[in-house]
């Protein structure tokens, strides 16, 4: 890599380095695998560096075929146990948030690795269907309907998440 293109990597790696952690925080769940994810996606792209139009996407895009490969990899085999839900608690107890942030991590699990992309994708990452479905190699019908299936899935699995975004004032 020439100095130019070493410095353009490095002003990147600056501008969107945090962006880009939580993403793959988001897709993993845990800070150190979200750390392992990035620099395995960060060091894909340095090969490419010079002929890439788009470092962040094709980035992001690095980062979800390869969690999809490591989940697909680890639930192969595996037996799923699924624990019944807590109360309901008062919304506006500390408590409550947190219990709701562990039922919704829990109800993230239960997803499959591609549901749970294209959440991350479309409601973190704030992407439209069409560039999700071109990351992910799927037609936008695919993404449409995978996103359908994991809020329905998400909402039966938390329904606390519907109580507290209308109490909130929020539409269910």
């Known amino acids: ?21 939580r993403a793959a925080f988001l897709l ?13 996606a960060l060091v894909k792209t340095i090969g490419r560096w010079k002929r890439l139009d788009q470092p962040e ?11 999809i490969s490591k989940w697909r ?12 839900l807590p109360e309901i608690a008062d919304a506006g107890d500390a408590f409550a948030r947190a219990d709701l942030r ?5 109800a993230l699990r239960l997803l499959s690795p591609g549901q749970r992309a294209v959440l991350v994708m479309r409601f973190f990452d704030d992407l439209p269907e069409s560039e999700v479905a071109a990351i992910l190699g ?3 019908g695919t993404v449409r ?17 519907t109580t507290s975004n209308t109490a909130e004032g929020a539409p269910s």
């Open 57 to 67: 996407a094709y980035v992001r895009k690095v980062m979800y075929h390869h969690q």
């Open 145 to 161: 309907t995978q996103c359908h299936r994991a809020l329905r899935r998400l909402r039966e699995r938390c329904p606390e998440l």
């Open 138 to 140: 799927v037609s936008v």
């Open 1 to 21: 890599m020439d100095a130019q293109a070493e410095d353009e990597y490095r002003q990147f790696l600056a501008a969107r380095s945090t962006a880009l952690y």
């Open 28 to 40: 993993t769940g845990q800070r150190e695998a979200a750390e392992d994810l990035l620099q395995t």
């Open 73 to 84: 990899l680890r639930s192969w085999g595996k037996v799923r146990s699924s624990a019944d």
């Open 102 to 106: 562990l039922s919704l991590e829990a």
